[in-house]
């Protein structure tokens, strides 16, 4: 038996064929045709998997089970009251797939969660059953797993970790109305919006003011590494804000460790050592709490922890 992972991104959906001890036997991705709302990305879907089964040697009959994130809140039941990024609108698209696929079983996870569900099974925190994903990239994405479960709330807004309020004083609202969420100082976006600030602030000698209006969250982050002092203090200020929202987790649900993944992720142990300062500040209570870790699926996260969701 096999068991089918299946990432829904704007640009492209990525999808992954198992064994139902969670090897990976081959991985592909076809584009996320946005046309008409977004009406062809289940048959899509279904008509690949049909393919590819096919391909090597299986049938419907030997998959367990499709697995499947997608980038919005799912509801317990299935219910997807909308996706912005593919224009859905009150869809149960684990029902959809199911249908095309002669009844097979399909699960549904937001994708932010579904990707801590691999991290915490077989990526940075691999062997745990408590963690908590933070992914910084064009946004701020997350995902709680507590007993090996994924922790949605009855809303579907368990883990929207992005928008932890951290800060006072913002006058910009966020994409999602709030003002002073996580996502608009850490994001990578986020990084370049308070570098820029600081650089406004701040005459002193940079290396990010030469780069202008292609300053990057990379560059900031590679300047900061290599010395220069204001992207290390906007470095520092981000780490503030992550070691806080941390902290908050900590002492909400205490996992065994935080998993720090996406674009941003990559500037490795000094992102690390931001965070982790400043967490260690907030969270005087105990020095016996969560560690802070690099997640190391990268972009196959999404596919590992969907087919989770049915192994």
């Known amino acids: ?79 997807v009251e909308i996706c912005v990024n593919l224009h859905w609108r009150d869809r149960y698209p684990a029902r959809e ?47 709680i797993i507590l007993d090996g479960k994924i922790v949605t709330g009855i809303h579907g807004l368990g883990g929207e970790i992005g928008h932890l309020h951290v800060y006072e004083g913002e006058t910009e609202a966020c994409n999602c109305g709030a003002y002073g969420c996580l996502e608009q100082v850490a994001s990578a976006t986020g990084i370049v919006r308070v570098a820029k600030r600081r650089l406004r602030k701040d005459q002193a000698p940079s290396s990010m003011r030469e780069l202008g209006e292609t300053l990057s969250a990379k560059d900031v982050c590679e300047l900061g590494k290599a010395g220069d002092r204001l992207a290390d203090e906007v470095m520092e200020q981000v780490g503030n804000y992550l070691g806080l929202a941390v902290s908050l987790l900590c002492l909400t649900v205490d996992p065994e460790i935080f998993i720090i993944g996406g674009g941003v992720s990559k500037a490795g142990a000094y992102l690390v050592e931001k965070i982790k300062k400043h967490y260690d500040r907030y969270t005087a209570i105990s020095s016996n709490r969560g560690q802070i870790v690099l997640a190391t699926l990268g972009n196959d996260a999404g596919i590992y922890g969907a087919v989770k969701l049915v192994l």
Not at 11 to 18: D, P, V
Not at 46 to 56: C, F, G, M, N, Q
Not at 104 to 124: M, P, Q, T, Y
Request: net charge negative; charged share 20%; hydrophobic share 35%.
């Open 97 to 143: 797939l199911s249908e095309l696929l002669d009844g097979v079983r399909v699960e549904l996870g937001n994708d932010a969660n579904v990707a801590a569900l691999g991290e915490a099974w077989k990526g940075g925190g691999e062997g745990t059953k408590n963690a908590v994903l933070i992914t910084l990239g064009t946004g701020v994405g997350g995902g």
């Open 1 to 79: 038996m096999v068991g089918i992972g299946v990432d829904v991104g704007g640009t492209s959906t990525k999808l992954g064929l198992f064994t139902e001890e969670g090897n990976l036997l081959r991985k592909w991705q076809i584009p996320t045709d946005q046309r008409n709302r977004s009406e062809r990305v289940i048959p899509n879907i279904a008509a690949s998997i049909r393919t590819v089964l096919k391909e090597e040697g299986y049938h419907l009959s030997d998959v367990t089970g499709v697995g499947m994130g997608v980038p919005g809140p799912v509801q317990p039941s299935g219910y």
